[in-house]
Each structure stands twice: as C-alpha cells, then as structure tokens.
C-alpha cells in the first residue's frame, strides 16, 4: 500500500470524464421491443423504449449522455460515499473505474489494486465452488496461491459459507453469493473496494457485520472505499465524504451530512398532481389494482406545520373486483427508514376497468420536523384473514413538517430529529415519591 501512497498522492482521479452510449443499436431484448425502436426510428418518432428518467440526456435520437465532465479525487484511505436518483450515473461511474467498460472521452487514473462488487455474483464462475472462485478472484487481483492461502480461513470464516464452501457457487442464494463476494472483497489483498448497494441483499445481522468490517478496512487498513446505496442512514455511518451525482454530473462533493441533506432537498419536487408510472411500482403477486395518482388542495405548499393534518385523493384503478380494499401509508424520514406507518380503518369497494377516488387524511402530530416522503400501499385480507399487498408505490410524495413557534418557551425547546428521534410519543408522567 505504501508504495501506492509514495507513487501517487491519490487512489483515483478522473478528469473530463464522459461517457455515451448508442440507443437502437442492440436488442431490447424481445423482438417485440426490437420491431417498437425500428418502426419508431423509422417514422421519426421517439424511441419508445428509451427509459423516462434518461430523457433528459438524449443527444440527438440515438445517442444518450449517462456521465458528462466528471472531475474527481479520491484520496488513499478515503471512504466515499456516492448518491443519487436512479439514472443519476452512478453504476456507470463504478463500471468505468472497475474497467467493465472505457469512458468516451476524459481520462482515469487509478493507483492500487480494484475489488468490485457490482452485483450479485460479479466475477463469480457458476461451475467453479465457492473455494475455486476465491482462487479465480486472487489470482485476477495479482496475488500468489500462496498468499491467497494465508487468507483462505478468514475468508471462509466471515463468510458464513462454512462445509458450502466446496459446493459450485451456481447453487448458492443471491444471500451467500454476497456474504461469500463482500468476504472475498475485504479479506483479499486490494487496495481500493467499489462496492454498488449489493449489501441490500443480505440478513441484517451480517450488513451490520460488513458496515464494521468495511469502518475498520477504511481506518485501521487504509483501503480507499466507494460505496453506492440508497441507505442514507448507512452513507452516514460510514463515510465522512459524499459525492452526489445527478443528470450524469457531479453536483456536490463534501461532508455526507451535507451532501444527504441536498440529495434529500433535490428528491423533494412537490407538485400538487402526481402521477405513477409503470417504474414506481413495486412488484406484487396478488396486484389487483393500480394506483394511479396522488392529487392535493391548491392552498397546500407541501408543508405542515406540526399537529396539522394533510388531506389529499387518491386515484385508484382495479384489475380485478375487490369487495374490501384499505389503504396503508408509510412515512420514511430522510435516512430512508421507515419511522411509522398509518392504516385506514375504513374500506372502499373498487370494480374491474373503474376508476375511484379516494379521500385521504393524513395525521402528523407526532412527527418530529423535518422532511419526509410516503409511500402508498393499496391491500385486501383473504377470508382466511391473510394480507394481500395489491400495489405498492415508493416515494409517491414528499413533505415537510415544520416548527410551529406556538407555545415555545426557555424550558421546552425544539424537538430535533437529530438527537430523539422522527416520532415523538406521548411525555413521561413522572412525580416524586
């Protein structure tokens, strides 16, 4: 590592990096699609298979912009956070500095030896076990078998894999891919982690195992680690940068508390009318109906002040006829933990093909200030009393619950979040005895 360190003042260094991709020029991946692009190119018209949130970086019809002028240093031992909107760029930054790929234009220098974790299963041979792929991993990194011996057992060991350890990897679950990929990562002899959200597939006793393995690689080891999630609660912890990417630019490079606030900032975009595409839902078996809109007041701003409540409608669309639907709203504070849940007690009854609006009353008197987003469940119970989730949009909204100056004094100052939490409970009734 040292040697790294004298060459070199940083670990990664890109400048003027840019990266285009062709639309139309590969398959879609069914011939129906295939047939969609042609026809429309042909006409003249839009792809129609062109992802929405890629629009705005379309350059001409065929070409899409996904990194543009990406200028950036890391430093040796730097643990360094990376966030932003699906679309934002990120997966193509880590596949450029992985060399999955090249940039079009600007250049990357990199000092040390790269482990990347993409996704599940990266780097990984199906037919080999789970010990041949440690060997395969070591040796694409530089080492000897020798050295990778030395490391054989700790690998295993934090792994979890234990007598599966000899059984070909193409029989494992998405869960002991990454526990045996995020072990290979650490315990392997690289200089630099890239890691993209993989952790998310894993049990939560072992992402806290590797969030403390990755705090102690950073500080005790010097490793330089780029970590990409959605779980701000987790950038936090873990790093003390963050950069933020949107519209395929760096638009923020600086502390994480900083740099959470913003990208939490950007994602709230209030509107008074909501509309959910196809790429909002969540995947259900029992999906019966669509949730199609969310609509609000003209007088609302977005923000509440504490104790007031929110009223809106919601648009709903069936599949199927359902005799008793409920609906159930989630609220999710700015580290993307859900902090509490409200459930209607009362139900309404949706057709086939019909449309209904439904009048929602949302209550916010014990939730701290601060912003928030809700996501919406629509869902209906079996006779056997099981619960269906029938659709599920994330992120359907976003608002602000704010400090109402009313009845504050010198002994009863603010609620922060920050230091007792999103959801305030009734107070302690305490007295002397």
Known sequence: MQYYMDYAPFAIKMTGVTKEYRLGQFGKGTLTKDIQSWWAKKRGKDDPNVKLENV?????????????????????GETVGLIGANGAGKSTLLKLLSRVTGPTDGSIEIYGRIASMLEVGTGFQG??????????????????????????????????????????????????????????????????MIMDEVLAVGDMAFQKKCIEKMRGIGEEHGKTILYVSHNMDTIKRLCDRCIVLNQGQVIFDGSANEAINLYMGKSRSFSHHYEYPESSHKRSRFRKVVIESADFPQEYSGQVFENEPIGFQIGVRGLADIAEMYLRIEVVNSLSTVVGMMVSEQSVQIQKNETIGVSVKMDSAHLAPGNYRANIIAEAFTESGEKMVLDTVDGAFTFEVAYNSEGITEQHAHWFADWNSNVRLNPLQISEI
């Open 56 to 76: 705005g970086r379309m350059i001409g019809k065929d070409r899409f912009m996904a990194l543009n002028g990406i200028d950036l240093e890391i430093k040796h």
């Open 127 to 192: 037919d080999l076990t789970g010990r041949e792929n440690i060997y395969l991993n070591g040796t694409i990194l530089g080492m000897t078998k020798s050295e990778i011996d030395k490391k054989m057992d700790a690998i295993i060991e934090f792994s979890e894999i234990g007598r599966h350890i000899d059984t070909p990897v193409k029989r494992y679950s998405s869960g002991m891919y990454v526990k045996l990929a995020f072990s290979v990562a650490a315990n392997l002899d690289a200089e630099i």
